[in-house]
């Protein structure tokens, strides 16, 4: 185990509190402790029942799994259905048409309040739209939207046709965007003008123009919303706005079935080499589990349950918990577009009290950055209405679980506290492994503040030694999973050798998933992050790798080691340690510069919060970067064993560069 998981695992050896469940709330929780029971019975059966009950299938499935091409898995095998149906028109044909499926908030204020019916139409819209563009059943679909309707209503309307769709987060920056379509050979590209943050236009459309601009693209079409009204470069030809082309279209489109390991969408996410992963899920095993966590994890009662996930579409939690298993479940959500400190600070707590939200699914960093800010901005709300608050991303740290339980689940309104809080349910999953696979029900577990604890039932996850041995209670170790899952992804986009390598070839027969975890004393799971060379930064992955690449792209930049530092509030922080040359070296605007470079070539969130120049790094004889030497520097600890490093005096060189 790593320094750090080791230094956290002391640190959480010494947490014991724990909640249980008020009879309340398990005495009407969906999901009580049978579901366990059911699941260890007789797992592919119980799988196989989920699936029936919570999905329309249009042609039942024959097989449950098929794990004969390990590690390539196919659920539900012969079945058939169509996501879109799954979400939007089975809803109005049962009666519910009318319940809200999306409130939307943009950042100015402006709201729309958009019915099953009513989705149900502009997805069907869209679809004729993207086909009419040429789109077929199994093309491929670059999505670079903000969070406005457009975003899900593309997604759906992608999955309806059996189009696969490519989001990209909007914070990724023309290089990054461009190396996706490049990757997945996008036909299409669905953007907006821009976006509005921090009461500024902010532009999205010409991250899309300059990702194009380099011929040799696949990409045929460009459709533009226009969600701002700025001013934008048109490309004659290429670029057609929505409103010519969706809002004029046919309200009329039956889904057609697809079938059950039919290809949904691609998502890149950084792995440990600089290039990242196309992260491919299907129709089937996807919809079931991501349906079925999102009511028993999050206690969903449709009828009466306001939730919201503030997760972006761009990210894995925004594609299951906002886009997909909602909908499914035929639950109403909020959809916010903006940031959380505008117009103040209290824009979150305000739009939980305005729309009256009864669940919360949030980040970590998000809620140690509401306690920076402190809790009278939320304790001036009525917050009553929640249930339920998750958590995502990261590992949350037991006082800020603490606080979150405190500000945000003890709210009574009128400045009053409730004598039972809302349980809290940490979740802990990946792109890879498409929903929650460790968390605990809310009407069934005691919840300790700081722990995912249990996995979902149905799921079976462990910890093991370097070795492949499960560890004992009270010990560390690496997290896997033992059986396979229906949201598994199915493999890496045109890279099935990676997706064998990365995740099935540690152990045998196991899924590794990159984290160390912890069983404490009744077995439960603490998370303690990443064991490779990803970081953590507000719950966003970047590779250390593709950073280090981005830097010496540039050319004042010899050598670059980069390392995720432990940081109070986006739990770590991006710290680049750089060799510089030539003559730009000298410019006293280079660091800056660097930090630039690296939003250019991947984006805003992969900037260094520092940049530090140094003469030298700390190597092996076999030429590997010491990047536990670098971190115990980003985290201010000295003496770290320097015994392994080629050259004894580099630590030493370092130190006093960095005094002066
Ligand atoms: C859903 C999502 C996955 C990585 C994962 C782990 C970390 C996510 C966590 C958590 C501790 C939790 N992670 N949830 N760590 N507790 N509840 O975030 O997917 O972006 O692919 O990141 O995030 O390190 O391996 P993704």
């Keep these: ?292 966590t999102h009511r028993d994890t999050f206690d969903i009662h449709p009828e009466s349950d306001v939730y919201w996930c503030t997760a972006d579409i761009g990210w894995i ?73 998750g958590s995502v991303g990261e590992p949350i740290n037991p006082e800020a679980w603490m606080w979150y339980r405190d500000v945000f689940g003890s709210n009574a309104g009128g400045g009053k506290r409730r004598e039972n809080p809302a349980p809290i349910v940490d979740t802990w999953w990946q792109t890879e492994t498409g929903a929650h696979m460790i968390a605990p029900l809310p009407g069934v577990t005691e919840t300790k503040p700081g722990s995912a604890q249990v996995p979902v039932p149905g799921i079976t996850v462990d910890v093991v030694d370097e070795t492949g041995q499960s560890v004992g209670n009270g010990q560390g170790g690496l997290l896997v999973i033992r059986d396979p899952w229906p949201s598994m992804a199915r493999t890496i986009w045109k890279d099935p050798e990676r997706f064998k390598d990365t995740y099935w070839s540690r152990f045998d027969g196991m899924y590794f998933a990159g984290d160390g975890a912890k069983k404490d004393d009744d077995g439960d799971i603490w998370l303690l992050g990443r064991v490779d060379d990803v970081m953590n930064v507000s719950g966003h992955r970047l590779s250390t790798t593709e950073i280090e690449s981005a830097l010496v792209s540039h050319p004042a930049v010899a050598e670059a080691a980069v390392v995720g530092a432990a940081d109070e509030t986006t739990g770590e922080a991006v710290v680049a340690f750089v060799i510089l040359r030539g003559e730009e070296a000298a410019k006293d605007t280079i660091v800056e510069e660097l930090r630039a470079h690296v939003g250019k070539e991947i984006g805003p969130i992969a900037k260094p919060r520092t940049i530090l120049v140094v003469p030298e790094l700390p190597k092996t004889r076999s030429g590997k970067i010491v990047r536990r030497l670098l971190k115990d520097i980003a985290e201010g600890r000295t003496g770290g064993d320097a015994s392994t490093l080629a050259d004894q005096s580099v630590m030493q060189q370092i130190t006093e560069a960095l005094k002066k």
């Excluded at 499914?328 to 600070?345: A, C, F, I």
């Excluded at 949030?362 to 939320?378: D, F, Q, S």
Aim: glycine share 8%.
């Design 1 to 292: 185990m790593s320094e750090k998981a080791s230094a956290t695992l002391d640190n959480l050896m010494t947490e014991n509190r724990k909640f249980a469940p008020s009879p309340e709330f398990a005495a009407q929780a969906v999901a009580k402790a049978d579901k366990y029971e059911a699941a260890a019975a007789d797992r592919l059966g119980y799988w196989a029942d989920q699936a029936r009950s919570t999905l329309t299938w249009d042609k039942d499935f024959t097989e449950t799994l098929d794990f004969s091409d390990a590690p390539f898995a196919k659920w539900f095998v012969g079945g058939e259905l169509n996501a879109a149906y799954n979400a939007l028109d089975r809803h109005v044909e049962r009666g519910i048409g009318d319940r809200v499926a999306i409130h939307f908030e943009g950042e100015p204020g402006d709201q729309q309040t958009i019915t099953y019916a009513e989705l149900t139409e502009r997805v069907k819209q869209a679809a004729n739209a993207f086909e009419g563009l040429g789109v077929k059943k199994g093309d491929r679909v670059a999505v670079y939207l903000p969070m406005i309707p457009e975003a899900v209503v593309t997604m759906l309307a992608c999955a309806r046709i059996g189009a696969i769709h490519s989001v990209v987060f909007g914070g990724f920056s023309a290089e990054a965007l461009r190396s996706r379509i490049d990757d997945a050979e996008a036909k299409l590209v669905v953007t907006s003008d821009g976006t509005w943050r921090r009461g500024k236009a902010s532009s999205l459309k010409d991250a899309v123009d300059a990702s194009l601009e380099k011929p040799g693209h696949t990409v045929e079409n460009v459709v533009v919303v226009q969600r701002t009204g700025q001013d934008i470069v048109w490309n004659e030809g290429l670029d057609r706005w929505w409103s010519d082309v969706v809002d004029v279209a046919s309200k009329e489109h039956t889904a057609v079935p697809h079938d059950s390991e039919h290809p949904l969408f691609i998502l890149y996410t950084s792995g440990t080499t600089g290039k990242p992963k196309g992260i491919l899920h299907t129709t089937g095993g996807y919809l079931v589990q991501t349906a079925v």
């Design 317 to 389: 939690t925004g594609h299951s918990y906002v886009t997909y298993a909602p909908l499914v479940n035929g639950s109403t959500q909020l959809m916010y577009e903006g940031t959380p400190d505008t117009p103040g600070r209290d824009r979150w707590a305000s739009l939980v009290e305005k729309y009256g939200v009864t669940v919360m699914y949030t980040a970590p960093t998000a809620i140690r950055t509401m306690m920076k800010w402190g809790r009278e901005l939320v304790d001036a709300h009525d917050l009553s209405s929640i249930r339920v608050l």
